[in-house]
């Protein structure tokens, strides 16, 4: 059976931007393939502080994102779903460092969100964690033989190290220990999407809506206020074109309000586009996007009500049981292969 895998990083109110790039793919490819396949949806709580977070929030901010995964559509009671929190799985860790003495230095050090996360004045600690975290997400990956890995566009340069990675071990050591994860062309087509999704900031429109972005009017919240996110919207930087096309170069703005309309509507993008082609009033496209995700919210934050606490507890103590099996067994296997155990 195979494994679809990803996981969603609960530094800080995950964003819409989060919600259609990764949790919506991995809950339509759940629904599609969830009875031939296992279905990991895992928080990465050990990646939530490569850079500087407010530690008081995290627990909360945990448990609250295994109620967004739920809330979002994920059915957590189906057999093959499985979610946990990597920190609950020591084996994540532990692969963690076996991996990292088969990762170069050079090949670690070209990863552009790392340049890009390092030198952001707003980072006033550079980790070695933060250098370090794609390793751990070749570890969460490698330890589950997971093949599909629904993503975001931001993240294939890290799907593209784990592969390295576990290509370089089973070379090394003439033997397939690691399931090598799909290409991303692969990945892309197994979402159903033509290209690598990336929303993108609502008031710099050239970068993608990042969650730790300090300037709220840059991103929607999965906890803002429906009303609140409708302004966001109807303040979003477009352009002086005038015309509403779908070009991401020239027109990001337009094209990524054109996006998100699509998607939060499951219309395909294309339809939309023609809807609007040749319409001139960008007031009218905001007003239409910002009810949808109005409305969207309001949904989404009323399925989250309803998720309590002990729902949460009751998921995790069975599926954390079952995720230290599958890993065990996997970390076992490499720990006999480099040696640290008895062959
Ligand atoms: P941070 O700013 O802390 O890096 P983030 O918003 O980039 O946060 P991550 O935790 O890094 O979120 O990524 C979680 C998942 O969400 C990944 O699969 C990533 O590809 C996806 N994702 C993040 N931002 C976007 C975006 N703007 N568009 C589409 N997918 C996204
Ligand atoms: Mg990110």
């Not at 895998?5 to 995950?14: A, D, S």
């Amino acid at each position: 059976m195979q494994t679809i895998l990803t996981g969603v990083r609960v530094n800080e109110e995950p964003t819409l931007g989060n919600f259609l790039g990764a949790y919506l793919p991995m809950i339509r490819l759940a629904a599609e393939h969830g009875a031939d396949s296992h279905i990991n949806m895992f928080i990465p709580d050990l990646h939530s502080f490569t850079t500087p977070i407010d530690h008081s929030k995290l627990y909360r901010q945990v448990i609250n994102g295994i109620k967004y995964y739920i809330a979002a559509g994920l059915d957590a009671t189906a057999p093959n779903v499985h979610i946990y929190r990597q920190s609950r799985v020591p084996a994540h860790s532990e692969l963690c460092w076996i991996l990292d003495c088969f990762t170069s230095f050079g090949e670690a050090s070209r990863m552009t969100q790392f340049k890009e996360k390092s030198s952001d004045s707003n980072n006033t600690f550079v980790s070695v964690g933060l250098f370090n975290y794609p390793v751990l997400m070749a570890a969460d990956i490698l330890l589950y033989d997971a093949y599909h890995i629904p993503l975001g566009e931001d993240q294939f340069q890290h799907l593209e190290l784990a592969r390295n990675v576990a290509i370089r071990f089973n070379h090394k050591f003439q033997q397939d220990v690691f399931t090598v994860p799909a290409s991303e062309a692969e990945q892309i087509k197994f979402m159903h999407l033509e290209n690598g999704l990336r929303i993108r900031s609502l008031t710099e429109p050239q970068k993608k809506m990042s969650k730790s972005n300090p300037n709220d009017k840059s991103k929607i919240n999965l906890n803002d206020r429906p009303e609140e996110a409708s302004k966001k919207i109807m303040s979003a930087t477009t352009d002086s074109v005038g015309t509403i096309r779908f070009d991401m170069i020239n027109q990001p703005g337009i094209s990524n309000l054109l996006q998100i309309e699509a998607l939060i509507n499951n219309r395909p993008l294309q339809d939309v586009i023609s809807d609007w082609a040749g319409q001139t009033s960008y007031g009218d496209l905001k007003r239409k996007v910002a009810d949808s995700v109005a409305h969207f919210l309001a949904d989404f934050q009323e399925r989250l009500a309803d998720i309590d606490d002990a729902t949460v507890e009751q998921i995790l103590a069975q599926d954390e049981t079952y995720a230290n099996e599958v890993a065990n067994r996997k970390l076992h296997q490499v720990q006999r292969i480099v040696g640290l155990r008895k062959a």
